[in-house]
């Protein structure tokens, strides 16, 4: 089969197997950064979690706009009223439950200073501005602790949501191209310049920050997507990603990058981003790559459709699951790990059957159909 029967085959896929399975991989790796097997300290960048968030971003921003190109070519243009309606059918109803249950939570149990910052930092959760306003600090305790931070990561995505639709509905292809690597070549190139600001102290390092809050692996999926829609991006592609053993071999470069000694510097995140959009394109290009007997398991896979829910409700397993630990004497961290895991997957799959089911329905009335990804 030649790269232009490939391509066929590709354009007519309507659900790509394996990413289920990558989305797994992303929530367990989120869960092993917050409830560690072992120490971060034992080996280079243990702290997986980066990789995992990241890993969420490039899938993110290939299926969506993987949707919109499909979407714009099939019907003659894109309905922004039906992708925003589907998109908060999937989004809000679960964030906005899950927000509720913290703060109640978070007023019964939490009478210190993680909770007082709670209530303080409650507007940016509410309006998904997590990345910009919320700083993991050491609070009046004395503590790195910061209820419900990981909100950012859904803040990022949710910023992409509302600005790259209308772009690409109103916008020639060649300018919204142009646009996105704006986008990125400034984002790099503060950070490259300036590090990462993880906690401002001046109204300029806030405005640094919020410039340097657009996810580069986001924007390495949107271009992914573009590059495999078109044909002759999808032949460059085939010649360099195209064989069997391609998703293996950008899976051990992944490996060996998370491994990397030095820490987690702006130079190592646009490795791994870039990494990552090469394992994610060696695993679309072809059905039949390399790791897709592991990447096709129904268990992973089942994992994946659920992972929204796990990854809202993580935190709560851990937490869950240290407190019984406590209370029953057991000092085990890979112990921990297991049943946090174990506990978000559970607790997510009820989510899902009981609460996020019955509203999912609805998105068929917006236009919603199975086609790439969920």
Known sequence: MNSTDRYNQFRSIGYFGSLDALRCLAIVAVIWQHSPAIPHDAMPLTDAGASGVALFFVLSGFLITTLLLREDEGTGG????????????????????VLGLY???????????????????????????TNWFVDLKLNEDGQRRVIFVFAWSLATEEQFYLFWPPIMKFCRRAVAISILLAVVF???????????VDVPETTVQRLLRIAQSPSTEICFGVLLAIALHAKAGFAAAWRVLGKQWSAPATLVLLAAIAMWPGGATPGWYLAQAMALTAFLAACVIREDHGVAAFLTTPFLARVGVVSYGMYLLHMLSVNSV???FARIGVESAPALFVLAVLAAY??????????????LRLKKRFGSRQTVGR
């Not at 703060?103 to 939490?110: G, H, R, S």
């Not at 400034?186 to 990462?196: C, E, N, P, S």
């Open 103 to 129: 703060a109640l939570l978070v007023a019964l149990l939490e009478h210190n200073a993680a909770g007082r910052l709670f209530f303080q930092n409650l507007p940016y959760y509410l309006t998904y501005t």
């Open 186 to 196: 400034v984002d790099l190139a503060l950070t490259f310049a300036f590090g990462i």
């Open 322 to 324: 240290k407190v019984i």
């Open 346 to 359: 559970f607790s997510a799959e009820m989510s899902y059957r009981l609460f996020e089911s019955p509203i």
């Open 78 to 97: 894109i309905s922004l009223r039906n992708f925003y309606m589907r998109r908060t059918l999937r989004i809000f109803p679960l964030y906005y439950a």
